[in-house]
Structures are given as structure tokens and as C-alpha cells.
């Protein structure tokens, strides 16, 4: 079945870091990759998606790319600021054997000190 | 405002009584799905529908049924909870299983 698997957290950077979280998948058809960030207390919300290979999708200073060869969708920001503290999720769209499933990682909590 | 509503927020309840987490959005989507999140584990799908009257399993369904008979709504029945259901649920929807999905505020749940 499909599979989604994310670094391992939590990460801690001190601000103005270099952000990098890794995501790798498989997936039997073409799916479309999410990133979506959890806020303390809140539910998740879509930082960014792409929906082919290739396509980056960018957000708040956020991008990934969606890298078929490597099977991979790594979440990078180039300067992290305390208010990105929060727990992140990669995700894939896909409709193996015609269901139309959601998978999400694990997430990976990042904390941004200042 | 463009929202998923769930209701309650909080719960704690008994092993064996039956429960209903209610789920709404008020943006026409087409596919709106039930998550569990557990500590370690992310987010795993329990049941999804594609439209009203359309239901399937996700990864996770034993122990749970919905239905889906209106568009808006969506909700999450435990017939009999256990305490292996303890966890914090997601309700969730979108206008199809490839985009973008609008998630509730969560449903943390208790079964002693």
C-alpha cells in the first residue's frame, strides 16, 4: 500500500537556520504530495502541494519539490523564525485499486529557538 | 466564513456507550474524510466518502461506521468505544481526494 515516511523529530533550530525535512513515498499511481503544518491546539492546515513531477510548490517562504526519480517531496525554508514552531506533515493523494486514499507521515515537530 | 465545524471538542465517556462526533462544512466539497491522530503514529484515515451516499474504508475502521446523507455533513459513530479509541479525531474535507483538504478544529476523545 501506499507509504509515507518522514524524518524522525523533534528538530530544534535556532532562528535565521536552515530548514530541511525529509519526505519519501510510495504510492502506486501518480499522487499529488502535501505539506500541512499543525499549530499548538489547532487542526492541520495546507502549507503547500504539488500535484505532478516536477511542479514546486512554495508558501510562506516554505518550498518543496515534487521529485518522482527519488520518490521524494523534502520541505525546505532558508530562514526559520520562531513563529514556525509547530509540527509538520507530509501527505500524498492517490487512488490505489480505484480508492481514493489519503496517507500522512508521521509529522515532524520543529522547534525554533530564538 | 469558509469552515469544517465538529462537535463536541472534548469528550470523555465509558467503555459501551455509544457515541456521535458530528462534522460540517459549510464549502460544498465533494470528499470529506475522519483522521485519528495518536502520538507517533500521524494521522490515520478511518473512513472517507466521495459524495453523499458514498462511503469507503481508510486504514484504520474497525470500531467506527458514518454515513453520509447530506452533502454537509459527516458524522463519526462509535457504537461501542473502547479505551484503545482514546485519541484525538480530525474531521476533514476538500472538493476531491487529489486537493487541498479544510480540517476541523479536532474532537479529543476520552473512553475510560
Known amino acids: 500500500g501506499n507509504s509515507v515516511t518522514q524524518m524522525e523529530g523533534p528538530v530544534t533550530l535556532s532562528e535565521e537556520a536552515f530548514l530541511t525535512i525529509n519526505c519519501t513515498y510510495t504510492?502506486?499511481?501518480?499522487?499529488?504530495l502535501f505539506w500541512y503544518v499543525q499549530y499548538p491546539g489547532e487542526g492541520l492546515q495546507l502549507l503547500l502541494k504539488?500535484?505532478?513531477?516536477?511542479d514546486k510548490g512554495s508558501n510562506k517562504g516554505f518550498e518543496a519539490t515534487y521529485r518522482k526519480e527519488t520518490t521524494s517531496f523534502h520541505l525546505e525554508k532558508g530562514s526559520v523564525q520562531v513563529s514556525d514552531s509547530a509540527v509538520y506533515f507530509c501527505?500524498?493523494?492517490?487512488?490505489?485499486?480505484?480508492?481514493?486514499?489519503?496517507?500522512f507521515g508521521t509529522g515532524t515537530k520543529l522547534q525554533v529557538i530564538p | 466564513e469558509a469552515q469544517v465545524t465538529q462537535n463536541p471538542r472534548y469528550l470523555i465517556t465509558v467503555t459501551g456507550k455509544k457515541l456521535t462526533v458530528t462534522c460540517s462544512q459549510n464549502m460544498n466539497h465533494e470528499y470529506m474524510s475522519w483522521y485519528r491522530q495518536d502520538p507517533g503514529l500521524g494521522l490515520r484515515q478511518i473512513y472517507y466518502s466521495m459524495n453523499v451516499e458514498v462511503t469507503d474504508k481508510g486504514d484504520v475502521p474497525e470500531g467506527y461506521k458514518v454515513s453520509r446523507k447530506e452533502k454537509r455533513n459527516f458524522p463519526l459513530i462509535l457504537e461501542s468505544p473502547s479505551p484503545n479509541q482514546t485519541s484525538l479525531y480530525f474531521c476533514?474535507?476538500?472538493?476531491?481526494?487529489?486537493?487541498?483538504?479544510?480540517f476541523g478544529p479536532g474532537t479529543r476523545l476520552t473512553v475510560t
Open positions: 504510492a502506486t499511481g501518480y499522487p499529488s
Open positions: 476533514a474535507s476538500s472538493l476531491s481526494y487529489f486537493d487541498e483538504q479544510y
Open positions: 504539488a500535484t505532478k513531477a516536477d
Open positions: 501527505a500524498l493523494s492517490d487512488q490505489p485499486g480505484g480508492y481514493q486514499k489519503v496517507t
